[in-house]
């Protein structure tokens, strides 16, 4: 199974048109000659759900026959492009994908058995986009497509221009020439989308976004959006991809979160088993994400340190140790996914976005319900706030200065100052638990209460934002010292251990100065002013 980056837009043409030249003094800026390929006769089924549930999710599948890369093909969403996941042909007979592309879209079909839906025969004509020193650029294909599907047939001609070596300010030049020739953006990105006449409205299934009317409308959309976010996430902490697990991991909590939040236009006892799944499913993520961010950190430490100051094996035990624990984590995590109970929990959620069970309150206003919401997520927040400054304030009076001393976890039986530091970042971690579901409520808001809902927003996620870090540090600060204490008693310095608690403290240190500033600001009345 291999894998590569695709990134392409594609034009419709009408009957009888020609590209025009691409190459030579007349041709696009950049281009210095072109090659062209002999002629191709391909031939693709798609496989898919029968509601669609991978072309919902920008994904297709196909068993391709013909030209160089014939084979089964698995196309992931990828920012501007797409990841094209490559796996060869099985027996002439076998229409079953292989079983590493089919357990990629294992969750993202909820359940559901995947069928031919498509069948595409395509008669292709390559010409190659050439660069200065011979190096391929781009290439530039001009399909006769005839698609087969229950519908019928359709016969359709399209253009297709694919970077190779070249970057996109390239691809734009090439696709301007092809619209003055006569070229048009295609309506729809994917062959298949025009092959089941889904029409320009689909882009992957996600209907038209239409402000909600009353709060079962807006805890609908927000839901589904969260779900959406969930279930794009699969296929890329499958396959272990950058920010993956933190992706999938924020739409769990968001989802968890909402379904508190909006309880008051929502059946309870139909929510909170759900709520308990995500908590398990969040959890599980929640390793991971802790490992990766730790392994971050601790390689921008260390690597920002002189070669002197680290001393000893420090970076084996600390930064190698740490992503070994990450993937480690993530391998637990796609083992979980592999099982009934995760499963069901996509299936539950997809049917709850489809059909929540609202209450007669939703009935009402969405910007009623939105204010209400927001106004008691924030109540909320801000008393965990004021208990955080409180025990903030305790602790200044047992030390006697206005510094915060240490927070590394206390050891058992722990009296005075050093007992009440931990308390003090257990309850600025539940602050910060309070402000992300009080920055969510705003977050779902936005869409009927506008700019002030997205401004309250902000400040909720800086004050978040900073008091992340701050537990970060607390929990690294803490691993250091007790790392440190057992490379000591093993015989080794424990130097550059010391150093990295003391960085550390003076993180978690600057980060509640910086929390107590950002509070001041995000508290402001006339950023609430539209709750009431």
Do not use: C
């Not at 609202?358 to 910007?367: D, L, M, Q, S, T």
Request: proline fraction near 7%; charged fraction near 30%.
């Amino acid at each position: 199974m291999s894998a590569s980056l695709e990134v392409e837009r594609t034009l419709d043409v009408p009957v009888g048109w020609s590209p025009p030249t691409l190459d030579g003094p007349s041709g696009v800026d950049g281009v210095s000659g072109s090659r062209d390929l002999a002629s191709l006769t391909l031939d693709a089924t798609y496989l898919d759900t029968p509601r669609l549930a991978l072309l919902r999710r920008g994904i297709t599948l196909r068993r391709r026959v013909g030209g160089d890369d014939e084979g089964w093909h698995l196309k992931l969403p990828a920012g501007d492009g797409r990841t094209e996941v490559r796996a060869p042909l099985g027996p002439a007979d076998d229409e079953a994908p292989p079983a590493e592309l089919a357990a990629l879209v294992d969750g993202v079909r909820l359940g559901a058995a995947l069928r031919p839906v498509a069948r595409l025969r395509t008669e292709r004509a390559t010409t190659l986009l050439l660069g200065p020193g011979g190096d391929v650029l781009a290439s530039v294909a001009v399909d006769d497509v005839l698609a087969s599907t229950e519908r019928g047939d359709e016969a359709w001609r399209e253009v297709e221009v694919e970077l190779v070596d070249g970057d996109t300010t390239l691809l734009g030049r090439v696709v301007d020439r092809l619209e003055e020739s006569g070229a048009n953006p295609a309506p729809l990105p994917v062959k298949l989308e025009r092959a089941l006449g889904l029409g320009a409205s689909w882009y992957g299934g996600r209907p038209a976004t239409v402000p909600p009317t009353t709060g079962a409308e807006l805890v609908t959309r927000y839901l589904r959006e969260q779900v959406d976010a969930l279930l794009d996430a699969d296929p890329r902490v499958r396959r272990d991809e950058p920010d993956a697990v933190h992706a999938a991991r924020v739409a769990a909590r968001r989802l968890r979160s909402t379904l508190r939040t909006f309880r008051p236009v929502l059946d309870r006892d139909t929510v909170e088993p759900v709520r308990d799944e995500l908590r398990w499913w969040g959890g599980a993520l929640g390793a991971a994400r802790d490992h990766e961010v730790q392994r971050d950190r601790v390689r921008g430490l260390l690597d920002g340190l002189p070669d002197e100051l680290v001393v000893g094996p420090v970076r084996a035990r600390l930064a190698d140790a740490l992503d070994a624990g990450y993937r480690t984590a993530v391998r637990d995590a796609v083992e979980l996914m592999d099982s009934d109970r995760y499963r069901a929990l996509l299936s539950g959620l997809d049917a709850l976005a489809d059909d929540p069970p609202v209450r007669e309150r939703a009935g009402e206003p969405a910007p009623d319900v939105a204010a209400r919401v927001v106004r008691h997520a924030f109540r909320r927040a801000r008393r965990r706030m004021e208990a955080g400054e409180v025990v903030l304030a305790g602790l200044a009076r047992a030390t006697g200065s206005d510094s915060v001393p240490p927070t590394d976890p206390a050891e058992p039986g722990t009296r005075g100052p050093d007992a009440t530091a931990p308390r003090l970042a257990d309850a600025m971690h539940d602050a910060r638990k309070k402000l992300k579901a009080a920055r969510y409520a705003a977050e779902a808001a936005v869409v009927v209460a506008g700019e002030p809902a997205a401004r309250l927003a902000d400040a909720l996620e800086d004050v978040q934002d900073v008091l992340g870090a701050h537990h970060d540090a607390v929990v690294l600060a803490g691993l250091f010292r007790e790392l440190g204490m057992r490379a000591h008693l093993s015989g080794e310095n424990a130097f550059t251990y010391g150093l990295l608690v003391g960085l550390e403290r003076a993180r978690a240190q600057a980060a509640l100065a910086d929390a107590h500033d950002a509070w001041a600001s995000a508290s402001r009345r006339r950023l609430r002013r539209w709750t009431r």
